[in-house]
């Protein structure tokens, strides 16, 4: 008797840890999936077409070397957002190299 209540012990405790060991492969699994779908997400802007005004800010309907600069100016230097709001595409007051990058790419229309 006490031998088989070893071996069920034995038993369920290998059971759980084949159990713990399958979760945490799942665990893991999900987490590499779902980190690879926001990875996959979060780069898609990357290869969107850039907005057409955006480093205009003259309003002129042309982007300037000169304006493309001054949005760089912006996003790496200390000069202030409101120098040139066009430079800043989505308003949050800040501009991104992506969207100084993208003041270039207009510029060079
Ligand atoms: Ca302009
Ligand atoms: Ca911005």
Do not use: H
């Not at 980190?35 to 057409?52: D, E, G, H």
């Not at 002129?60 to 120098?83: F, R």
């Amino acid at each position: 008797m006490a031998p088989s209540d070893e071996a069920d012990e034995g038993m369920t405790l290998a059971e759980l840890a084949a159990l713990v060991v399958t979760l945490a492969t799942l665990g893991l699994f999900w987490a590499w999936a779902w980190t690879a779908m926001l990875n996959r997400s979060s780069s898609s802007p990357v290869c969107r077409q850039p907005p057409a005004i955006l480093g205009d800010c003259d309003g002129d309907a042309d982007v300037s070397d000169l304006e493309a600069t001054l949005c760089w100016g912006i996003e790496s230097l200390s000069v202030p957002t409101s120098a040139c709001p066009a430079c800043d595409y989505n308003g949050d007051g800040v501009v991104t190299v992506q969207e100084a990058q993208w003041a270039t790419w207009n510029a060079r229309r």
